[in-house]
């Protein structure tokens, strides 16, 4: 099946520091999204892009729909270690049956030692 | 995940059992599907359902069978566990018409089939 190619698939932080991720795709999507999941929970929304283009905030977190329509990327700015966690993209197409998602593999952001 | 409840949180079957994972939501959602999780693999989608009586395979259906009686439940029946199933398994929920950002996941029931 369609799946989504997510890098990196980890990173270490420093407190303070900008991290960056992206997800490219094979085919085109008509909606990107960006989820994280700490341990023991399900993934939960952090941005949502609907147009080829935007570019859209949530605090520190800023989100790309990349104009191909095929890749968007997630940058988190000054990290703080509560950003630990996974991060997921997804993709849907319009009109999804059942607004069925695809994801990426994930990228784990760990806090350096 | 307010809303979409998933039961048992954490369940350990021998090969060949059968177990039946539920998915209850309150918020009158039309469509509910399941998902699985495994390491480096993100979620793929098992089934789908966008309402009651109509249930539809994913990318990953096979060992897996679902039903739709009401719009509140959507249960995920393992029929003969096999140790592939190992995984953690998210059950999600949202409006007919709704968009990317409507999308509920509950909370995860991670299974362990030894």
């Known amino acids: 099946g369609q799946q989504l190619n997510q890098s990196p698939q980890s990173m270490f932080i420093q407190e303070g520091e900008d991290v960056s991720m992206n997800c490219t795709s094979s085919?085109?999507?008509?909606?990107w999204l960006w989820y994280k999941q700490d341990p023991g929970e399900g993934p939960v929304l952090l941005i949502a892009?609907?147009?080829?283009?935007e570019l859209t905030s949530n605090g520190r977190l800023t989100a790309q729909f990349g104009i191909t329509r095929k890749d968007s990327f997630l940058n988190i700015s000054a990290s703080i270690p509560s950003d630990v966690g996974i991060y997921f993209c997804?993709?849907?197409?319009?009109?999804?049956?059942?607004?069925?998602?695809?994801f990426g593999g994930g990228t784990r952001v760990l806090v350096k030692p | 995940n307010a809303g979409v409840t998933q039961t048992p949180k954490f369940q350990v079957l021998k090969t060949g059992q059968s177990m039946t994972l539920q998915c209850a939501q309150d918020m009158n959602h039309e469509y509910m599907s399941w998902y699985r999780q495994d390491p480096g693999m993100g979620l793929r989608l098992i089934h789908y359902?966008?309402?009651?009586?109509?249930?539809d395979q994913g990318e990953v259906p096979n060992g897996y069978n679902v039903s739709r009686s009401t719009t509140e439940d959507f249960p995920l029946r393992l029929l003969s566990a096999a140790p592939s199933q190992t995984s953690v398994y998210f059950c999600a929920t949202s409006p007919r018409g709704g968009s990317g950002n409507t999308i509920y996941f509950g909370e995860g029931s991670w299974l362990t089939v030894v």
């Open positions: 085919s085109i999507f008509n909606t």
């Open positions: 997804a993709g849907q197409l319009f009109k999804a049956a059942g607004n069925k998602l695809t």
């Open positions: 892009l609907y147009k080829a283009g």
């Open positions: 359902s966008v309402g009651a009586g109509i249930t």
